[in-house]
């Protein structure tokens, strides 16, 4: 789809006035979103209601360039922020996103030496024997019951505990992201043929045999969010 881009500015001009970027950064959300939906994660994608919260990814480019100004790029150019605590290291992703009361906000995504973290802790695993493997940035873990692997509503992120209306048991939402996480782990080494030394321990997916689901998985870059 992301090929289509420039045929539907041209029949469409309002698209014209947003950095191509976040055209190519949605396209990219759509494909993850199906993705997640054809491999049982998540429920089918749904339009985006105007009525409430709006968002927009930039993937790059963007500076802060006082404690009180922000500069993206494209036609929005610099405007005026808060900015609550300083910020370190290189920016990834900013979301800029206008909440139904009109007010505006944005979140950040900085790579504080990630990637040197990364690259001492695949050493380290290697070193004692062990397995390093990295899940897509866009794994909706906090969206699946740990149980039974269907699909939940989606939550606000002041909820921290909820009640799976599929298996009935409290879950802890931090706890079930870190299961689902492991799980697609162990997922991701069973394609590419590492389960005798992920399952080493006698580790297993929800207590059985970890079955490949979907496309053949890949390794993405590992990020630092929380869901």
Same mark, same amino acid.
């Given at each position: ?20 970027? &976040? ?52 036609? /929005? ?18 979301? +800029? ?14 790579? +504080?030496?990630?990637?040197?973290? &990364? ?44 009640? &799976?209306?599929? &298996? ?25 043929? /590492? ?14 045999? +970890? ?7 890949? +390794? ?8």
């Amino acid at each position: 789809m992301k090929k289509q881009i420039p045929a539907l500015k041209a029949e469409h001009e309002w698209l014209k006035e947003c950095y191509s970027q &976040c055209l190519q950064q949605s396209v990219l959300n759509l494909s993850q979103a199906f993705q997640n939906f054809f491999e049982g994660r998540a429920k089918y994608p749904n339009f985006k209601s105007k009525h409430h919260r709006q968002s927009v990814q930039f993937p790059q480019n963007v500076k802060v360039i006082s404690e009180s100004a922000i500069k993206f790029p494209g036609l /929005l150019g610099t405007i005026a922020a808060k900015i609550h605590r300083p910020i370190e290291g290189q920016l990834k992703t900013v979301t +800029v996103s206008k909440m139904p009361d009109g007010k505006y906000f944005a979140s950040l995504l900085v790579d +504080v030496g990630w990637g040197q973290f &990364c690259t001492m802790l695949k050493y380290k695993a290697e070193f004692e024997g062990k397995v390093y493997l990295e899940i897509g940035r866009f794994f909706p873990s906090s969206h699946p019951c740990s149980n039974t692997l269907l699909p939940l509503e989606k939550m606000d992120l002041s909820i921290r505990s909820f009640v &799976c209306p599929h &298996c009935s048991e409290r879950h802890d939402r931090d706890v079930n992201a870190a299961i689902n996480i492991r799980n697609e782990g162990l997922r991701i080494s069973v394609s590419q043929g /590492l389960a005798h030394l992920a399952s080493g321990s006698g580790a297993s997916a929800l207590g059985r045999d +970890v079955k490949t689901q979907g496309r053949k998985a890949q +390794v993405y870059p590992l990020r630092g969010s929380r869901g």
